[in-house]
T-cell receptor, first 111, second 114 residues
Framework: RKEVEQDPGPFNVPEGATVAFNCTYS??????FFWYRQDCRKEPKLLMS???SGNEDGRFTAQLNRASQYISLLIRDSKLSDSATYLC????????????FGRGTSLIVHP | ETGVTQTPRHLVMGMTNKKSLKCEQH?????MYWYKQSAKKPLELMFV???????ENNSVPSRFSPECPNSSHLFLHLHTLQPEDSALYLC?????????????FGQGTRLTVV
């Protein structure tokens, strides 16, 4: 079975804090990895892709560890607007590359 | 219009009704997906179409019937649904044969079965 596991949280942090989320995946043949953000009652939207060498986009840093089959997302200097659910997504190849979603990690940033 | 468009945005239907959800993508993608998201639950993959062929059917009850007439359009036909089918139904598309491509979502149809 192809699974993606995330701690559902919620992570409740003050503004300015640094917070990290992890995600593990079971299918070693997984090919590509992403973090999505989903606001309440809205559709998921791509936050960033995750590359083998790790990548950074402003306050957000994503890391991939293929040997241990996990990916991480680090958010520095949290803002109130970062409050959302963060979804880990793994594409596995079953002929097509099918996105498999984790259950999401809820982040609440408070003043 | 660009991106992925779903209609209707909201739907209330009785258990004996028949209705259809529509999804249209203007991104030139060749794969389309239906997901179900119930309250407090993760996204559940329902169906996958690649190059207009169904490649994945995740043990979805037969009261849900997908249709993909071309690479830009995807439908989900609904009949004799149950109240527990009330959920947000999300359509997505991607370039299915590109391993690094992300999925783009429509805004979803919020379905209530009464």
């Amino acid at each position: 079975r192809k699974e993606v596991e995330q701690d559902p949280g919620p992570f409740n942090v003050p503004e300015g804090a640094t917070v990290a989320f992890n995600c593990t995946y079971s299918n070693s043949a997984s090919q590509s990895f992403f973090w999505y953000r989903q606001d309440c009652r809205k559709e998921p939207k791509l936050l960033m892709s995750v590359y083998s060498s790790g990548n950074e986009d402003g306050r957000f840093t994503a890391q991939l560890n293929r040997a241990s089959q996990y990916i991480s997302l680090l958010i520095r200097d949290s803002k109130l607007s970062d409050s959302a659910t963060y979804l880990c997504v793994v594409n596995w190849s079953g002929g097509s590359y099918i996105p498999t979603f984790g259950r999401g990690t809820s982040l609440i940033v408070h003043p | 219009e660009t991106g992925v468009t779903q209609t209707p945005r909201h739907l209330v239907m009785g258990m004996t009704n028949k209705k259809s959800l529509k999804c249209e993508q203007h991104l030139g993608h060749n794969a389309m997906y239906w997901y179900k998201q119930s309250a407090k639950k993760p996204l559940e993959l329902m169906f996958v179409y690649s190059l207009e062929e169904r490649v994945e059917n995740n043990s979805v009850p037969s009261r849900f019937s997908p249709e993909c007439p071309n690479s830009s359009h995807l439908f989900l036909h609904l009949h004799t649904l149950q109240p527990e089918d009330s959920a947000l139904y999300l359509c997505a598309s991607s370039q299915g044969n590109g391993q690094s491509t992300e999925a783009f979502f429509g805004q979803g149809t919020r379905l209530t079965v009464v």
